[in-house]
């Protein structure tokens, strides 16, 4: 147990006079979280003394203070005027060198502890584990507006469905038509996310419209709802084409932890220059009418048998 009744934060040796701050800390605290039933870290004040009274967020080296022993990360140092957003006074440039020590001692569960993640790191290495955590929320893939809405795939699929209204489908093949009147006035558009739930996992199927460099193209491609390690164990194709013409496409799909931008913008899927997709569109060619049908299986699985959909498996 490490009594931090007190706690000396020295200034940084940039040039300044020396300084010599007492931070009156009354909070005692382990350098190690025990265990108790649950397994989580006892009800300490840990996390308030490394949170920023600014951001909220845990803070990392250079940690700064003011003479009355105010800390603050060194993001909002440089947005807060040089004045202590707890006493307004002046900050100068103080380091809280024993807080930063305190903090290295430190090993702390991942944030998303509560989302299944059992791991313990020490206090700098946990910024670097959240970011990649496999148990953190996925972002909403519904691709027509920004949502800000994360969580877990059952809550995502639920919040696709009811506020969203996109198209539920189950079932390992597709057959849909895009249609869209005018389309040469149309520089950029996205369709209806469509959902696919099959072999126990949900897919994500866009189709829109964007310029290529100076080229308008369509796009289709698809993404699967978990994480990149998972979808790898899935391929799929897409077809499109008519009057004895197609283009094809074979893929790995896209885990939604990638946007769907980042994945229009890496062209991974099936890219169909407008012109093309008029002439597939049949007609005087004034108005889209593309049909993109596909197929997903299972990477162990035969792709000539993919698009035959055995119950148990894709449900």
Known sequence: MMDLSTIECASSSDGLEDEEIQSQITHQFSSKPHNNMHGLPPATSVHELLECPVCTNSMYPPIHQCHNGHTLCSTCKTQVQNRCPTCRQELGNIRCLALEKVAESLELPCRYFSLGCPEIFPYYSKLKHEALCNFRPYNCPYAGSECSVTGDIPFLVTHLRDDHKVDMHTGCTF??????????????????????????????????????????????????????????????????????????????????????????????????????????????RKELKLRVTGKIWKEQQNPEAAGVCIPNLCS
Request: hydrophobic share 35%; proline share 3%.
């Open 175 to 284: 057959n849909h038509r895009y249609v869209k009147s005018n389309p040469r006035e149309v520089e950029n558009a996205t369709w209806m996310l469509t959902v696919f739930h099959c072999f126990g996992q949900y897919f994500c199927l866009h189709f829109e419209a964007f310029q290529l460099g100076m080229a308008p193209v369509y796009m289709a491609f698809l993404r699967f709802m978990g994480d990149e390690a998972d979808a790898r164990n899935y391929s799929y194709s897409l077809e499109v084409g008519a009057n004895g013409r197609k283009l094809t496409w074979e893929g790995t799909p896209r885990s939604i932890r990638d946007s769907h931008r980042k994945v229009r913008d890496s062209h991974d899927g099936l890219i169909i220059q407008r012109n093309m997709a008029l002439f597939f569109s049949g007609g005087d």
